[in-house]
């Protein structure tokens, strides 16, 4: 090999070393400093929207407890709110319809099956996405949480169920690699609430290892934070945008968790976020009151 040839064989090792996207924006090890979500280390302020409020340019979805049109006795009301940044509306999530054609508010068996909120946000080469959950990540049998499903192209008719790349969560039904990333997973329909298909997968084609956590939320002294007696956990992952197609429109309907179960769901695909918005400017207005009713 000459000089020219050994001189263009390291530039393009270099170049293709440099392509290779670095998810910095924000960390991956279970904090929530770097999404302004601190104040979801003390249970205490749940029940106030601003507690799960995330930094600018943060988009979300919280669904914590009940959605209060619904609650009663046992069913207790939390925060539902979506939004991006500072500015959010009240999300009246729907109900959803069991297995014997039963229509119940979420999460369908109370606390132990809740997803409390669903944070995303992304730069030019990476997805980042926080999941507050009661999902313990070596829960079994029902109570075992889900995979991330993701529909990366906006087309439901590429993958089953519309979601062509899954990322793993759980490993008791389907021991596969954690945090691997997959397409064409073979997507299954949980047994209590098939609605809330998919939850997990099987199998699919290996694409590589994406940054990810799945621990225990604790306060600054390493408490578990508690909410209704049941600890919660947050996963945090980082997925290149190269992985997955290079998606250029992203929104909340391009995510997809449930549980093993299905007994609660989030985001709800009903809602795409690129109307969030639009909404916000439209009827913020009308609903600045009844949101600050809600404040507390």
């Not at 070393?17 to 910095?24: F, H, I, N, R």
């Not at 999300?91 to 999460?107: A, F, H, I, R, S």
């Not at 209590?192 to 225990?216: A, C, D, H, L």
């Not at 299905?262 to 400017?281: K, M, S, Y």
């Amino acid at each position: 090999m000459n000089k020219l040839s050994t001189v263009m064989s390291i530039l393009l090792l270099i170049g293709l070393v440099s392509a290779v996207p670095v998810c910095t924006k924000h960390a991956t090890d279970g904090s929530l400093g770097d999404w302004g979500l601190n104040a979801l280390k003390n249970s205490a302020n749940w029940g106030t929207n601003t507690t799960w409020v995330p930094n600018s340019g943060v988009r979300y979805i919280v669904e914590d407890n009940y959605n209060p049109r619904y609650a009663s006795g046992s069913n207790l009301p939390g925060v539902h709110i979506m939004g991006i940044g500072s500015s959010f509306i009240f999300y009246d999530e729907p109900k959803v319809l069991t297995k014997d054609g039963n229509l119940v508010p979420e999460p369908y068996g109370h606390e132990e099956f809740d997803n409390e909120a669903f944070y995303f946000d992304q730069d030019a080469d990476c997805i980042y996405l926080t999941i507050i959950t009661s999902e313990a990540p070596n829960a079994q049998g029902d109570a075992a949480p889900s995979d991330l499903a993701l529909n990366m192209d906006n087309d439901p008719n590429t993958g089953k169920f519309g979601y062509e790349y899954g990322v793993k969560l759980e490993s008791y039904h389907a021991p596969l690699t954690l945090f691997g990333l997959y397409s064409n997973p073979d997507w299954q329909v949980p047994y209590y609430v098939p609605q809330n298909k998919p939850n997990i997968f099987g199998s699919g084609t290996y694409i590589e290892q994406v940054k990810g956590v799945y621990t225990e939320l604790k306060d600054d002294n390493s408490n578990g934070v508690y909410d209704n007696g049941y600890p919660n956990y947050v996963i945090q992952l980082a997925i290149p945008k190269s992985s997955v197609g290079n998606p250029s429109n992203l929104g909340f309907d391009s995510f997809h968790m449930s549980e093993y179960c299905g007994n609660d769901h989030i985001p709800a695909p009903e809602f795409p976020f690129i109307l969030v918005p639009l909404a916000i400017t439209a009827i913020a207005p009308v609903l600045g009151y009844y949101i600050s009713k809600r404040q507390n």
